[in-house]
């Protein structure tokens, strides 16, 4: 045991501690806690110039904390607004004289040169209001016309958090919900005044020093993992998804217009035709959707959760335990001898029955001859988790801890 404070479930829950304002550059759903994360890595690494890498990185979180402890990082995710705010967050914006960029942006905001072209996609207008429409248009024209690609990239950002602000999304679900018509009408067009402030308060907390090199795939973590040698990996630092994405957390539905506004040159995209083409697009292709084997996976513990749940909803739990079977057996490839995976995970409820994601993943690893060495169960504050209230009110289970499990490879 390292540190006696690794048996005091609420240490772990880092109650009252802040994200820092990297983390918060960009909206992004069920990000892990930052905190949390270094902590684990300082406390079980063994060399600063150690490999990360993260396989469903999200936002970055890992990347970062992991970069401020020296390690090289790698980091996949299928959603291009994932990699997009990855890239930005593990670059080296040092040189780079902002109060210079933003008078040259503010110029360009206040010409009419850069009013046309509007913006156009499939349903734009139920998303967005026409005045609003115009408004972004002339921001997306704004940043098209920089010169700077990570430049670029930093103000994508900024703009999707002017999206966020002006969409006719409500944002309380990940789910793509639009507002009410009355909601709509009393959206206040700030997007010029809120993009120009956005980078004001952002750009200060990009990184400026030299970081550890950082190495960003985008598509499925399946195909990509192929790419990377046997035992060539340190560190592996992740949170997978909890289920397939359209019944748990839909990251694409989440992040869909901000892409749907991205100029497609600057996200890195795998099959972007296919991954942005419609609003789902992102979610279906996510672990254990539309291309997931059924059965590639077989054991008592998973059969025993099947038996206990509506068979309806049995398909898509095999679709998905199949997936992150596939995953797993590709981390266990790659992973050095001795080296270290940190997994955080939720066990997501269905049909009132705990999905035993941690029991299942423990099983995985020791097949592959990977060994449980910690396990913390912690309570969830902040992130939000899937809830769904049942046609007759009753109050059902959710998601309220994670489980972070550390497993070592054998030497
Ligand atoms: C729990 S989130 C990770 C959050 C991240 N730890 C953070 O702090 O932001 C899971 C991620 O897995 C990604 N994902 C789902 N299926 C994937 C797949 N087949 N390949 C790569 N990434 C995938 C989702 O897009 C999502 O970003």
């Known amino acids: 045991m390292l540190n006696k404070k690794y048996n005091d479930n609420n240490f772990w829950d880092f109650k009252g501690t802040y994200r820092t304002q990297l983390h918060t550059l960009g909206h992004y759903p069920a990000t892990m806690v930052p905190e949390m994360q270094l902590k684990l890595m300082k406390d079980w690494k063994k060399d600063s110039d150690e490999i990360m890498l993260d396989p469903f990185m999200g936002s970055g979180t890992s990347l970062v904390e992991a ?43 206040t010409s009419n040169r850069y ?21 972004l248009s002339k921001v997306r024209n704004v940043i098209k016309s920089e010169n700077d690609e990570w430049i670029r990239k930093f103000l994508w950002v900024c703009m999707s958090e002017v999206i966020y602000k002006h969409s006719n999304d409500r944002t309380s679900t990940f789910k793509l919900y639009q507002k009410t018509d009355n909601q709509i009408k009393k959206i206040v067009d700030n997007v010029i005044k ?87 697009s992102i979610d279906s292709l996510s672990l254990g959707g539309k291309n997931a084997n059924e059965n590639a996976y077989l054991s008592s513990t998973l059969e025993h959760f099947l038996s206990i749940i509506n068979k309806s909803k049995q398909k898509k739990v095999r679709r998905f335990v199949s997936d992150y079977w596939e995953v797993i057996k590709e981390l266990s490839r790659i992973i050095k001898k001795d080296g270290l995976i940190i997994f955080t995970i939720g066990n997501r409820i269905i049909d009132n029955q705990m999905q ?16 449980l060495i910690q396990k913390i169960s912690r309570h969830m504050l902040s992130r939000q988790t899937p809830q769904r209230v049942p046609k007759d009110n009753k109050k059902i289970k959710s998601m309220n801890k994670e489980q972070i499990l550390v497993f070592r490879k054998e030497k």
């Open 67 to 109: 970069q401020k402890l020296g390690m090289k990082v790698i980091g996949i995710d299928l959603n291009p607004y994932a990699v997009l705010l990855s890239q930005v967050k593990t670059h080296n914006y040092s040189n780079i004289n902002w109060n210079k960029i933003k008078l040259r942006i503010h110029k360009k905001l």
């Open 194 to 280: 809120n993009f120009e402030d956005t980078i004001e308060n952002k750009c200060i907390f990009l990184p400026a020093k030299e970081l550890p090199t950082s190495l960003i795939y985008s598509g499925d973590t399946k195909k990509i993992c192929l790419q990377i040698p046997n035992e060539s990996i340190d560190i592996i630092c992740t949170s997978p998804p909890y289920g397939e994405n359209a019944t748990t957390v839909t990251y694409g539905q989440s992040t869909i217009l901000f892409l749907k506004w991205i100029d497609r040159k600057d996200l890195t995209c795998d099959n972007d035709e296919k991954l942005l083409s419609n609003f789902s």
């Open 115 to 135: 009013n046309l072209p509007i913006h156009n996609f499939y349903k734009i207008e139920k998303w967005f209001r026409p005045d609003i429409i115009k408004s």
């Open 356 to 371: 035993p994601l941690d029991k299942l993943t423990i099983e995985m690893f020791e097949k592959n001859n990977i060994c």
